[in-house]
C-alpha cells in the first residue's frame, strides 16, 4: 500500500514557476514509477509527466515538454514538479500517482493517486 500526499500548489500569474511535491509512505516507494496528471476545470483528468523508479528518460505530454520537469528523491520518498513559464491553460488539480507497470501515459496505468492540489495561474 502506497499513501501519497501533494503539496505546493497555489495561485501564481503567468509566467510564473510553482514546485509540487508529492511524500509517500511505505518502503517500496523506489521501486514504482511515478507519475503526475492534471484536471483542468469540466475536463477529464490528463497525463503531464512521469518517471520510472530510476528517473532515467522521464517523458513528458507535449503541452508541458520545456516548461515543467518531474524529478524524484527516492532517499525522501518523495517526487516533484518544477513548473516554470506557467499559463492560465495550466490551471488544473494536480495528482501523482503510483504504479507498478509501465504504462504511464495512462490514467489506469496506476494503481495510487493523491487526492491532488489545485494550481491556479491568472492572466
Known amino acids: 500500500q502506497v499513501q501519497l500526499v501533494e503539496s505546493g500548489g497555489g495561485l501564481v500569474q503567468a509566467g510564473g514557476s510553482l514546485r509540487l511535491s508529492c511524500a509517500a509512505s511505505g518502503r517500496t516507494f523506489s521501486t514504482y514509477a511515478m507519475g503526475w496528471f492534471r484536471q483542468p476545470p469540466g475536463k477529464d483528468r490528463e497525463f503531464v509527466a512521469a518517471a520510472s523508479w530510476s528517473s532515467i528518460s522521464p517523458y513528458y505530454a507535449g503541452s508541458v515538454r520545456g516548461r515543467f520537469t518531474i524529478s524524484r528523491d527516492n532517499a525522501k520518498n518523495t517526487v516533484y514538479l518544477q513548473m516554470n513559464s506557467l499559463r492560465p491553460e495550466d490551471t488544473a488539480i494536480y495528482y501523482c500517482?503510483?504504479?507498478?507497470?509501465?504504462?504511464?501515459?495512462?490514467?489506469?496505468?496506476?494503481?495510487?493517486w493523491g487526492q491532488g492540489t489545485q494550481v491556479t495561474v491568472s492572466s
Open positions: 500517482a503510483a504504479a507498478r507497470g509501465s504504462n504511464l501515459g495512462l490514467v489506469g496505468g496506476y494503481d495510487y
